[in-house]
């Protein structure tokens, strides 16, 4: 019986009673498109309801210290005044938040007052103060007196280590442990009399099965039945005689009491555990008649909720919606047809009377004219409620938006969710989902003084977990007050939240005719020919379809709808040949200083940074100007720039400066002049987002915040960056639609490698012929010479003397395996050819090309093999061996692997023909693997098509059933691939509809980031790196270290600098951040319910080889994203810096004593290795010196790295970013290696500036004491064959399979006008690389001269295209001759000099 009963408190205590941590981004007030009602009668107590309401305070000096709280218990400690003779006993509470700190105090000052039999002392923690060393001492020391203790929530692993820590010790004195749900280490304290839960968690059994299937097959109403279990189970108990039952009984009836959360439910806890299980008040009660347990005051377990109804809840819509329309309303002066808001609400903030904050949203929604339905769940699946009280009795959805200010993803708590059953209840509720956030952790004060804004913990559990349901604008609503721990509503957040909610709903509601739209385009790096900048999308075609797809859904786009996309270019640009700042851009409207002023509250906020408006940026000295142009209700804008790309100064500024008056004009337009009803940023990426201010919650100071305001904002990303997407997410408030990026084909050979391949052909076939043979090897020889690969192979031979005749046929045969190998990869290296066009889906070639990519994947937790490890199996190879060897050069098994490849693509083009129409594109899947026709084939004696073009590919003996799965999951993708939801996910979006959740990532790797058009989220950031990630961490890091001792004579590197970013880890689920532990000897460890949040040391004897020391550089983006990941890293390194180890086996430690010795700190504090930006600013600003060309030297540039990267993440001190420049020099300064990564073939090193403004090859070298430049390589797991290769040989295969790559080339041009600015782009970036790590070779700038400036019919192309980008690449050619990266002959510089000229007049109209 007792086993059973342990089994349904699990379910109980682990699935349904997470009591929710709460958090939300900041508001702002907005004009309600309603009249404001007249206040009800009912509602005069309505702003003081006599409750007290937060403003935004401003930030106070200092902070604390670099905790995230500096409160502590004292202001929850109780004692009795006067016990007058009464037995005293005292008791210890742990929550995670404190809105039980009002009830508990409270409850105890009634006994106090009132008892007879008993007083109580009690002192209460938040969880968050045992992080520092003072708060757990005295936690320790209230522990060791206490009788007894009281946990809730305790689901943050490293202080539940502590939890554990301290009371552990004290479980067998204490009369009493009672820990609600927790992490299962603290729940097995549990302890009232013989009842305990100590193997809770740590066996299986059937019944523990069966209870989470129910729970997953039932959903909410598996949870609503545990709920009434739990109320009538103390009354079964009741009558069972056996003496556990009895102490059963109790733990139940204290935990309903304690759900109750009153403050006379608690005292009748607190009465019934004192009379019953403590020792002292057990004897003084001997011969006195006990007091009979009240029996505990619930609530409904599910409800409609209002502050001010005659009854406290409404168990049903129709007893509610009598009430409210009949009474309410019209005494409030509320339209019946008025907007609805659904709002989802915590039970244990109304049980404790702890609801100001939701009042306050209440009475300000109201107040505006809108109507509400607030509903709760006992517990924290909130599917059952939402589908019960969200619709009428016809089905029919009744709110307009929805907001959640639980903080909680809407089916489970912190420690158990169902995102699928969320997504498909939110989608038939089909309304926008907006998920609000309480501070849990933090003060205010503590809040708005903080860089980094909201605590990590919440930001994993109560913005990234909601982002996976869906949810949208985690604003900052309330907080908690620091004496009493009740919750108070911030007065501006809540208005900003009823505005944006209220504007969310006026979308469903407003006809599509009235609705106005704001496109927003970027223009990076600033110049007219960038105009319409975003990763890897047609920008301006897109457009054109975006507004088609308006105009069919009865849109007013004006003139538009019979523009072709270069009418909508020219109207915009008015002259493309412009510069930006010329008054030829066209100007949409001119905004006089003083209307500026009035409608930009923060303008003055700004001159410290610009001075005085207008300023010098978009701006013609009297006004600022809006560039862009109206279509009808369709508003075209450019975004400005920073503004601060051509100042050497502002680049080196630590922290990124503020807007400028022309940036915070152009919003104000949108918001305040044009009227937008909701602005769509228009691809990856633009300003906004990255504007200073908190890293996660903003506050109303926080510029994304300001400038974006009240207004819907709709964002299109690509979905291969869903990091940068979430936080445009989290800091911009927008929903994000996803677009595909192009599909990755074989880059393909030209030239002289396309020689080269046809050479060592005719060499195999005549590779014996002693007269044929040798020659052919000869011309192998020279041409590979010709095309630079002598800087790949270090051993190929030299031209003059080599002769294939003077040596054996093994040896010719390695020196051709080896050229070919080169060849290989060049070849079949991944690019994605030309740029995307929102809303049309990929030919059949096109899927082609993905899918071959996917499938040569392995995926063994869907147990598919790849096509590759199939087809060399049934030649009895393994395809690892085949890809060492290959690598190795060894002729034969590099032709094998061409051969396996072939056969692949082969095999995956006959699937997708089966589908594809006479357009050639694939319109309906067919299902090749239907039961009748597979019967019928197999009678036949029919294989499949997929697998008949791998016979004929050269492999007979492949084995079809081995295919099938594999086969069956390319069909399943194949209908993802061409499915498209871009265009009518904006038009959903638009229609204030719920727009799906899809994760973001490399479409290769995780198939479920397609269909496009979904609302993008990260991963939950607690579940990485994964064991997958970890074992593929360690083969890339033991490469790493086999090829560094092969060049060093056996040595090990003490030091390597990593830079980690955010997209690689959420792609490649954490395989960089487990490569960062695998060096140092680091495991990470998931804790009991399967978080990484710990870590341990490998031991020596294990590890096999020294600790290597590491510095990490993490991206702005990384931080925001990855705090808690940053949090484990430090504890790592530090671990390994503090292990009793000799130096020469643990060089960071070795390192670490060196350093704190030589500036006089701990070992400790001299580990510090993890570093990244300033809070709210992003990047080294290296990429952007070297796209705008302002920047003077080298020096320039590794200051700029050094000053804005050198803020440290301390876990001793997590709630801050502290500058420790000195530190990070330090760690630099030791560093022999570089080390990035590339995860997939869409972004590599020239296509963005990201990867090296963060490369800090020459920073180090600078700093070195012997001025050594460190070595520098990149990782490279785009492909199931990982390679770890020099950084420069990776910008050869780069340069060579784009830049120079006619196909490549080719792609882009056919986009036109944006194509030529890409090819431009890929230029820039490689002289990036020549600034800040020197690893380029001469021959890549003079290989593309020749391709772009000699060929006259090409430099005519790009000059026609666009000439500013064509200008562009001239200057950028010429700039890297005169900073010494490209040495050429006179007549190559004569050439630039004159094509300068001529791209100048062009522009300039002459």
Same mark, same amino acid.
């Given at each position: 019986?007792?086993?059973?009963?342990?089994?349904?408190?699990?379910?109980?205590?682990?699935?349904?009673?997470?009591?929710?941590?709460?958090?939300?981004?900041?508001?702002?007030?907005?004009?309600?498109?309603?009249?404001?009602?007249?206040?009800?009668?009912?509602?005069?107590?309505?702003?003081?309801?006599?409750?007290?309401?937060?403003?935004?305070?401003?930030?106070?000096? =200092?902070?604390?210290?670099?905790?995230?709280?500096?409160?502590? #218990?004292?202001?929850?400690?109780?004692?009795?005044?006067?016990?007058?003779?009464?037995?005293?006993?005292?008791?210890?509470?742990?929550?995670?938040?404190?809105?039980? +700190?009002?009830?508990?105090?409270?409850?105890?000052?009634?006994?106090?007052?009132?008892?007879?039999?008993?007083?109580?002392?009690?002192?209460?923690?938040?969880?968050?103060?045992?992080?520092?060393?003072?708060?757990? #001492?005295?936690?320790?020391?209230?522990?060791?007196? #206490?009788?007894?203790?009281?946990?809730?929530?305790?689901?943050?692993?490293?202080?539940?280590?502590?939890?554990?820590?301290?009371?552990?010790?004290?479980?067998?004195?204490?009369?009493?442990?009672?820990?609600?749900?927790?992490?299962?280490?603290?729940?097995?304290?549990?302890?009232?009399?013989?009842?305990?839960?100590?193997?809770?968690?740590?066996?299986?059994?059937?019944?523990?099965?069966?209870?989470?299937?129910?729970?997953?097959?039932?959903?909410?109403?598996?949870?609503?039945?545990?709920?009434?279990?739990?109320?009538? $189970?103390?009354?079964?108990?009741?009558?069972?005689?056996? !003496?556990?039952?009895?102490?059963?009984?109790?733990?139940?009836?204290?935990?309903?009491?304690?759900?109750?959360?009153?403050?006379?439910?608690?005292? %009748?806890?607190?009465?019934?555990?004192?009379?019953d299980y403590v020792e002292e008040v057990k004897k003084n009660m001997a011969g006195k008649d006990r007091v009979e347990a009240e029996d505990p005051v619930l609530l409904p377990d599910k409800a409609i909720w209002h502050p001010v109804a005659p009854d406290i809840v409404f168990e049903t819509p129709q007893s509610y919606f009598d009430w409210y329309n009949k009474d309410f309303c019209p005494d409030a002066g509320i339209s019946t047809d008025s907007p609805v808001i659904g709002i989802i609400l915590q039970k244990s903030h109304i049980n404790t009377k702890d609801d100001t904050h939701y009042v306050s949203l209440i009475s300000e929604l109201e107040s505006r004219g809108a109507r509400v339905v607030c509903i709760y769940s006992g517990g924290l699946?909130?599917?059952?409620?939402?589908?019960?009280?969200?619709?009428?009795?016809?089905?029919?959805?009744?709110?307009?938006?929805?907001?959640?200010?639980?903080?909680?993803?809407?089916?489970?708590?912190?420690?158990?969710?169902? @995102?699928?059953?969320?997504?498909?209840?939110?989608?038939?509720?089909?309304?926008?989902?907006?998920?609000?956030?309480?501070?849990?952790?933090?003060?205010?004060?503590?809040?708005?003084?903080?860089?980094?804004?909201?605590?990590?913990?919440?930001?994993?559990? +109560?913005?990234?977990?909601?982002?996976?349901?869906?949810?949208?604008?985690?604003?900052?609503?309330?907080?908690?007050?620091?004496?009493?721990?009740?919750?108070?509503?911030?007065?501006?957040?809540?208005?900003?939240?009823?505005?944006?909610?209220?504007?969310?709903?006026?979308?469903?509601?407003?006809?599509?005719?009235?609705?106005?739209?704001?496109?927003?385009?970027?223009?990076?790096?600033?110049?007219?020919?960038?105009?319409?900048?975003?990763?890897?999308?047609?920008?301006?075609?897109?457009?054109?379809?975006?507004?088609?797809?308006?105009?069919?859904?009865?849109?007013?786009?004006?003139?538009?709808?019979?523009?072709?996309?270069?009418?909508?270019?020219?109207?915009?640009?008015?002259?493309?040949?412009?510069?930006?700042?010329?008054?030829? $851009?066209?100007? /949409?409207?001119?905004?006089?200083?003083?209307?500026?002023?009035?409608?930009?509250?923060?303008?003055?906020?700004?001159?410290?940074?610009?001075?005085?408006?207008?300023?010098?940026?978009?701006?013609?000295?009297?006004?600022?100007?809006?560039?862009?142009?109206?279509?009808?209700?369709?508003?075209?804008?450019?975004?400005?720039?920073?503004?601060?790309?051509?100042?050497?100064?502002?680049?080196?500024?630590?922290?990124?400066?503020?807007?400028?008056?022309?940036?915070?004009?152009?919003?104000?337009?949108?918001?305040?002049?044009?009227?937008a009803n909701a602005v769509l940023h228009f691809g990856t990426h633009g300003s906004l987002e990255f504007m200073p201010g908190k890293q996660v919650g903003m506050s109303g100071t926080c510029y994304p915040d300001r400038l974006i305001h009240s207004l819907p904002n709709l964002y299109y990303y690509a979905a291969n960056n869903p990091s940068e997407a979430t936080i445009a997410k989290r800091r911009s408030y927008s929903a994000t639609i996803s677009y595909l990026t192009p599909p990755a084909e074989n880059a393909g050979l030209y030239k002289g490698l396309k020689e080269l391949k046809e050479l060592i052909s005719s060499y195999q076939g005549l590779r014996e012929n002693e007269g044929r043979g040798p020659a052919i090897l000869n011309s192998i020889?020279?041409?590979?010479?010709?095309?630079?690969?002598?800087?790949?192979?270090?051993?190929?031979?030299?031209?003059?003397?080599?002769?294939?005749?003077?040596?054996?046929?093994?040896?010719?045969?390695?020196?051709?395996?080896?050229?070919?190998?080169?060849?290989?990869?060049?070849?079949?290296?991944?690019?994605?050819?030309?740029?995307?066009?929102?809303?049309?889906?990929?030919?059949?070639?096109?899927?082609?090309?993905?899918?071959?990519?996917?499938?040569?994947?392995?995926?063994?937790?869907?147990?598919?093999?790849?096509?590759?490890?199939?087809?060399?199996?049934?030649?009895?190879?393994?395809?690892?061996?085949?890809?060492?060897?290959?690598?190795?050069?060894?002729?034969?098994?590099?032709? $094998?692997?061409?051969?396996?490849?072939?056969?692949?693509?082969?095999?995956?083009?006959?699937?997708?023909?089966?589908?594809?129409?006479?357009?050639?594109?694939?319109?309906?899947?067919?299902?090749?693997? *239907?039961?009748?026709?597979?019967?019928?084939?197999?009678?036949?004696?029919?294989?499949?098509?997929?697998?008949?073009?791998?016979?004929?590919?050269?492999?007979?003996?492949?084995?079809?059933?081995?295919?099938?799965?594999?086969?069956?999951?390319? &069909?399943?993708?194949?209908?993802?691939?061409?499915?498209?939801?871009?265009?009518?996910?904006?038009?959903?979006?638009?229609?204030?509809?719920?727009?799906?959740? /899809?994760?973001?990532?490399?479409?290769?790797?995780?198939?479920?980031?397609?269909?496009?058009? =979904?609302?993008?989220?990260? $991963?939950?950031?607690?579940?990485?790196?994964?064991?997958?990630?970890?074992?593929?961490?360690?083969?890339?890091?033991?490469?790493?270290?086999?090829?560094?001792?092969?060049?060093?004579?056996?040595?090990?590197?003490?030091?390597?600098?990593?830079?980690?970013?955010?997209?690689?880890?959420?792609?490649?689920?954490?395989?960089?951040?487990?490569?960062?532990?695998?060096?140092?000897?680091?495991?990470?460890?998931?804790?009991?319910?399967?978080?990484?949040?710990?870590?341990?040391?490998?031991?020596?004897?294990?590890?096999?080889?020294?600790?290597?020391?590491?510095?990490?550089?993490? %991206?702005?983006?990384?931080?925001?994203?990855?705090?808690? +990941?940053?949090?484990?890293?430090?504890?790592?390194?530090?671990? /390994?810096?503090?292990?009793?180890?000799?130096?020469?086996?643990?060089?960071?430690?070795?390192?670490?004593?060196? +350093?704190?010795?030589?500036?006089?700190?701990?070992?400790?504090?001299?580990?510090?290795?993890?570093?990244?930006?300033?809070?709210?600013?992003?990047?080294?600003?290296?990429?952007?010196?070297?796209?705008?060309?302002?920047?003077?030297?080298?020096?320039?540039?590794?200051?700029?790295?050094? &000053?804005?990267?050198?803020?440290?993440?301390?876990?001793?001190?997590?709630?801050?970013?502290?500058?420790?420049?000195?530190?990070?020099? #330090?760690?630099?300064?030791?560093?022999?290696?570089?080390?990035?990564?590339? !995860?997939?073939?869409?972004?590599?090193?020239?296509?963005?500036? @990201?990867?090296?403004?963060? *490369?800090?090859?020459?920073?180090?070298?600078?700093?070195?004491?012997?001025?050594?430049?460190?070595?520098?390589?990149?990782?490279?797991?785009?492909?199931?064959?990982?390679?770890?290769?020099?950084?420069?040989?990776?910008?050869?295969?780069?340069?060579?399979?784009?830049?120079?790559?006619?196909?490549?080339?080719?792609?882009?041009?056919?986009?036109?006008?944006?194509?030529?600015?890409?090819?431009?782009?890929?230029?820039?970036?490689?002289?990036?690389?020549?600034?800040?790590?020197?690893?380029?070779?001469?021959?890549?700038?003079?290989?593309?001269?020749?391709?772009?400036?000699?060929?006259?019919?090409?430099?005519?192309?790009?000059?026609?295209?666009?000439?500013?980008?064509?200008?562009?690449?001239?200057?950028?050619?010429?700039?890297?001759?005169?900073?010494?990266?490209?040495?050429t002959d006179e007549d190559n510089i004569e050439k630039l000099q004159e094509l300068y000229q001529e791209a100048e007049d062009r522009i300039e109209g002459v």
């Amino acid at each position: 019986f007792m086993k059973i009963l342990s089994l349904l408190a699990l379910p109980l205590l682990a699935h349904g009673f997470l009591k929710p941590i709460s958090l939300v981004p900041n508001a702002a007030k907005f004009t309600s498109p309603m009249s404001a009602p007249k206040v009800p009668k009912q509602m005069s107590i309505q702003n003081g309801w006599g409750l007290q309401v937060a403003t935004d305070p401003t930030a106070s000096e =200092g902070g604390p210290m670099g905790a995230f709280t500096a409160t502590n #218990a004292e202001s929850r400690r109780i004692v009795p005044d006067d016990a007058d003779g009464r037995p005293t006993y005292k008791i210890v509470y742990v929550v995670l938040e404190s809105q039980y +700190q009002s009830s508990m105090t409270a409850a105890v000052k009634r006994i106090n007052a009132g008892s007879k039999n008993m007083a109580i002392e009690c002192v209460g923690y938040l969880l968050e103060e045992l992080r520092s060393a003072e708060g757990m #001492a005295k936690f320790k020391e209230d522990v060791d007196d #206490a009788n007894v203790f009281i946990g809730s929530l305790i689901f943050v692993q490293e202080l539940a280590e502590k939890v554990v820590e301290v009371v552990e010790p004290q479980r067998d004195r204490l009369d009493a442990v009672l820990v609600f749900p927790s992490m299962p280490e603290v729940m097995r304290m549990n302890k009232v009399g013989q009842f305990t839960m100590k193997n809770l968690g740590q066996s299986k059994s059937v019944m523990g099965d069966f209870m989470k299937k129910k729970k997953k097959d039932d959903g909410s109403s598996f949870e609503e039945g545990m709920l009434k279990l739990l109320r009538t $189970l103390p009354k079964v108990l009741k009558f069972l005689p056996s !003496d556990k039952a009895a102490d059963a009984r109790t733990f139940m009836m204290s935990f309903q009491y304690w759900l109750g959360g009153s403050p006379e439910n608690l005292e %009748s806890m607190m009465l019934m555990l004192g009379q019953d299980y403590v020792e002292e008040v057990k004897k003084n009660m001997a011969g006195k008649d006990r007091v009979e347990a009240e029996d505990p005051v619930l609530l409904p377990d599910k409800a409609i909720w209002h502050p001010v109804a005659p009854d406290i809840v409404f168990e049903t819509p129709q007893s509610y919606f009598d009430w409210y329309n009949k009474d309410f309303c019209p005494d409030a002066g509320i339209s019946t047809d008025s907007p609805v808001i659904g709002i989802i609400l915590q039970k244990s903030h109304i049980n404790t009377k702890d609801d100001t904050h939701y009042v306050s949203l209440i009475s300000e929604l109201e107040s505006r004219g809108a109507r509400v339905v607030c509903i709760y769940s006992g517990g924290l699946d909130f599917s059952g409620p939402v589908e019960e009280y969200f619709y009428d009795a016809a089905g029919n959805t009744i709110v307009d938006s929805v907001i959640n200010l639980t903080g909680f993803a809407l089916v489970g708590g912190p420690a158990s969710q169902d @995102h699928a059953k969320a997504v498909e209840v939110l989608q038939r509720l089909n309304r926008p989902y907006m998920c609000a956030v309480p501070l849990v952790f933090q003060s205010f004060e503590e809040w708005q003084s903080s860089e980094l804004g909201l605590h990590p913990i919440q930001v994993a559990l +109560q913005v990234s977990l909601p982002e996976i349901d869906g949810a949208i604008e985690p604003i900052i609503y309330a907080g908690r007050e620091g004496n009493t721990g009740r919750s108070v509503p911030l007065a501006d957040r809540v208005s900003l939240l009823a505005d944006r909610a209220l504007k969310w709903s006026d979308l469903r509601i407003k006809k599509n005719a009235e609705k106005k739209l704001a496109i927003t385009i970027f223009s990076f790096p600033p110049d007219k020919g960038n105009v319409g900048t975003a990763a890897y999308l047609d920008v301006f075609n897109s457009i054109n379809a975006v507004m088609k797809e308006l105009k069919g859904k009865g849109y007013d786009i004006g003139e538009a709808a019979n523009m072709s996309t270069e009418d909508i270019i020219d109207s915009i640009l008015n002259d493309k040949e412009a510069r930006v700042n010329s008054p030829e $851009l066209n100007v /949409a409207y001119r905004m006089s200083v003083d209307e500026y002023q009035e409608l930009t509250p923060y303008a003055q906020d700004l001159e410290e940074n610009w001075g005085a408006p207008p300023g010098n940026l978009n701006s013609d000295g009297q006004n600022l100007l809006i560039y862009g142009k109206e279509f009808g209700n369709v508003f075209i804008g450019v975004q400005p720039s920073f503004g601060y790309e051509g100042d050497p100064m502002r680049l080196l500024f630590a922290k990124s400066a503020s807007p400028h008056h022309g940036f915070a004009a152009y919003y104000t337009y949108l918001e305040k002049i044009f009227g937008a009803n909701a602005v769509l940023h228009f691809g990856t990426h633009g300003s906004l987002e990255f504007m200073p201010g908190k890293q996660v919650g903003m506050s109303g100071t926080c510029y994304p915040d300001r400038l974006i305001h009240s207004l819907p904002n709709l964002y299109y990303y690509a979905a291969n960056n869903p990091s940068e997407a979430t936080i445009a997410k989290r800091r911009s408030y927008s929903a994000t639609i996803s677009y595909l990026t192009p599909p990755a084909e074989n880059a393909g050979l030209y030239k002289g490698l396309k020689e080269l391949k046809e050479l060592i052909s005719s060499y195999q076939g005549l590779r014996e012929n002693e007269g044929r043979g040798p020659a052919i090897l000869n011309s192998i020889v020279s041409t590979a010479w010709t095309c630079n690969l002598d800087k790949d192979i270090t051993d190929l031979p030299p031209t003059d003397t080599f002769d294939g005749k003077a040596i054996s046929f093994e040896e010719r045969d390695d020196i051709v395996g080896k050229v070919y190998q080169r060849i290989m990869e060049i070849e079949s290296r991944l690019l994605p050819c030309g740029l995307h066009t929102v809303g049309v889906p990929p030919t059949a070639e096109e899927s082609i090309a993905t899918l071959v990519n996917i499938a040569q994947l392995d995926r063994p937790e869907e147990k598919i093999e790849s096509i590759n490890r199939v087809i060399a199996s049934s030649v009895g190879k393994n395809i690892d061996d085949i890809y060492r060897e290959a690598n190795n050069g060894k002729l034969e098994f590099v032709e $094998l692997n061409q051969q396996i490849t072939e056969a692949s693509r082969a095999a995956t083009r006959a699937l997708v023909m089966q589908s594809t129409d006479s357009d050639g594109r694939v319109k309906e899947v067919k299902n090749v693997f *239907d039961e009748l026709g597979g019967m019928f084939g197999k009678m036949m004696g029919q294989s499949k098509p997929w697998t008949e073009a791998i016979k004929k590919a050269g492999f007979p003996d492949v084995e079809e059933e081995r295919l099938e799965p594999l086969f069956k999951y390319l &069909e399943f993708c194949l209908k993802q691939i061409v499915a498209d939801n871009e265009l009518g996910a904006l038009t959903d979006a638009l229609d204030g509809k719920y727009i799906r959740p /899809a994760p973001g990532g490399d479409p290769i790797r995780n198939p479920d980031v397609l269909p496009t058009g =979904g609302n993008m989220h990260s $991963l939950d950031p607690q579940s990485i790196p994964t064991t997958a990630a970890v074992e593929c961490a360690e083969r890339v890091c033991n490469k790493l270290l086999e090829r560094l001792q092969a060049d060093n004579d056996g040595a090990y590197p003490e030091s390597v600098a990593f830079t980690l970013w955010g997209t690689d880890n959420i792609k490649t689920y954490g395989e960089s951040l487990a490569q960062v532990l695998a060096l140092a000897g680091v495991r990470p460890v998931a804790d009991s319910i399967g978080r990484v949040n710990k870590v341990e040391l490998i031991p020596l004897e294990e590890l096999g080889r020294p600790r290597i020391d590491v510095v990490v550089s993490c %991206s702005g983006v990384f931080r925001d994203l990855f705090i808690n +990941q940053m949090n484990l890293l430090d504890r790592g390194i530090k671990l /390994a810096a503090e292990a009793d180890e000799p130096d020469e086996m643990n060089f960071v430690r070795k390192h670490a004593k060196e +350093q704190a010795k030589e500036m006089d700190v701990s070992v400790r504090e001299a580990a510090c290795r993890v570093f990244s930006n300033s809070a709210g600013s992003y990047s080294a600003n290296v990429g952007i010196a070297i796209e705008n060309g302002g920047w003077e030297s080298e020096e320039q540039l590794q200051n700029q790295f050094l &000053e804005r990267k050198g803020f440290a993440f301390n876990a001793d001190k997590p709630g801050m970013m502290e500058q420790q420049a000195d530190m990070f020099k #330090a760690a630099l300064k030791t560093v022999d290696v570089t080390f990035q990564n590339l !995860d997939s073939s869409e972004i590599s090193l020239t296509d963005v500036s @990201h990867y090296y403004d963060s *490369d800090p090859t020459k920073v180090v070298q600078g700093l070195r004491d012997d001025k050594r430049k460190p070595m520098s390589f990149m990782a490279d797991t785009t492909t199931a064959n990982a390679q770890v290769r020099t950084l420069s040989e990776t910008v050869r295969l780069d340069a060579r399979t784009k830049l120079l790559n006619p196909k490549f080339i080719e792609g882009m041009l056919a986009t036109g006008y944006e194509g030529t600015r890409e090819i431009t782009k890929r230029l820039r970036n490689t002289l990036g690389w020549s600034a800040t790590a020197g690893e380029v070779d001469n021959f890549v700038y003079e290989d593309a001269n020749d391709t772009f400036i000699k060929d006259e019919e090409m430099q005519r192309r790009l000059l026609e295209t666009n000439p500013n980008a064509f200008r562009d690449m001239v200057t950028t050619f010429l700039e890297a001759n005169g900073r010494g990266y490209w040495d050429t002959d006179e007549d190559n510089i004569e050439k630039l000099q004159e094509l300068y000229q001529e791209a100048e007049d062009r522009i300039e109209g002459v």
